[in-house]
C-alpha cells in the first residue's frame, strides 16, 4: 500500500523560504513521476511541480519557476519541495502525489497534505 507523508509546512514571513518533505513508501517508485500540488481556500488546486524519480527531470507551474525548486533523495525515498521568495498567494495546503509513469496522466496516490501559510 502507497503511503504518501508530508511535512515541513507552517507560517513564513513573506519573503521568506521553507522545506516541504514526503515520505514516500509501499513500492518502488523508480519509474514514477512524482509531484507537489496546492489548493487555496476557495480554489481548485493546482500544479506546482514534478519530478521524475528516474533521471531527475523537472517541470514547473509558471507562478513557481524561479523560486520553488523540486529534488528527490533516491535513498530516503523522500521528495523536497524548496521554497523560497515566498508570496501571500502562495498560502495554500501543498499535496504530494505520484503516478506511475511518465506515460500515465492521472495522479494515483495523495498525501494528506501539510499547510502553508504567508504573512505579508
Known amino acids: 500500500q502507497v503511503q504518501l507523508v508530508e511535512s515541513g509546512g507552517g507560517l513564513v514571513q513573506a519573503g521568506g523560504s521553507l522545506r516541504l518533505s514526503c515520505a514516500a513508501s509501499?513500492?518502488?517508485?523508480?519509474?514514477?513521476?512524482m509531484g507537489w500540488f496546492r489548493q487555496a481556500p476557495g480554489k481548485e488546486r493546482e500544479f506546482v511541480a514534478s519530478?521524475?524519480?528516474?533521471?531527475?527531470?523537472?517541470f514547473y507551474a509558471n507562478s513557481v519557476k524561479g523560486r520553488f525548486t523540486i529534488s528527490r533523495d533516491n535513498a530516503k525515498n523522500t521528495v523536497f519541495l524548496l521554497m523560497a521568495s515566498l508570496k501571500p498567494e502562495d498560502t495554500a495546503v501543498y499535496y504530494c502525489?505520484?503516478?506511475?509513469?511518465?506515460?500515465?496522466?492521472?495522479?494515483?496516490?495523495w498525501g494528506q497534505g501539510t499547510q502553508v501559510t504567508v504573512s505579508s
Open positions: 519530478i521524475r524519480w528516474s533521471g531527475g527531470s523537472t
Open positions: 502525489a505520484a503516478r506511475p509513469s511518465i506515460f500515465t496522466v492521472t495522479y494515483d496516490y
Open positions: 509501499g513500492r518502488t517508485f523508480s519509474n514514477y513521476v
